[in-house]
Nanobody, 122 residues
């Protein structure tokens, strides 16, 4: 099993920045690839960004491309999501997750964090 703990989110004004982190523990070597997803009220969970174990392969949803950056520190078993130029539509609960494969589909991710609220005020 893998346990994932996200950092606390927060409230930020539109145009501001916020950084989320997620630390993994447990059988992390079995689930080397990491991703971030989010879910806004009344909406389905959606893919935000993903990163391969080596960090060399990343992908982003069109809605965050150019504004968000995903990175990882394997020595700390952690993944970061730097969010810049935040918009009110970025308001959601953000989740980190781990997968055996490089994938953007939530179904490919086996373990999830508890989620952290990010609120962007206009």
């Amino acid at each position: 099993q893998v346990q994932l703990v996200e950092s606390e989110g927060g409230v930020v004004q539109a145009g501001g920045s916020l950084r989320l982190s997620c630390v993994a523990s447990g059988v992390t070597f079995s689930y080397p690839h990491m991703g971030w997803f989010r879910q806004a009220p009344g909406k389905e969970r959606e893919f935000v960004a993903r990163i391969s174990w080596s960090g060399s392969v990343t992908a982003y949803s069109d809605s965050v491309k150019g504004r968000f950056t995903i990175s990882r520190d394997n020595a700390k078993n952690s993944v970061l999501l730097q969010m810049n130029s935040l918009k009110p539509e970025d308001t959601a609960v953000y989740y980190c997750a781990v997968s055996r494969a490089v994938a953007s589909n939530a179904n490919a991710y086996a373990y999830w964090g508890q989620g952290t609220q990010v609120t962007v005020s206009s």
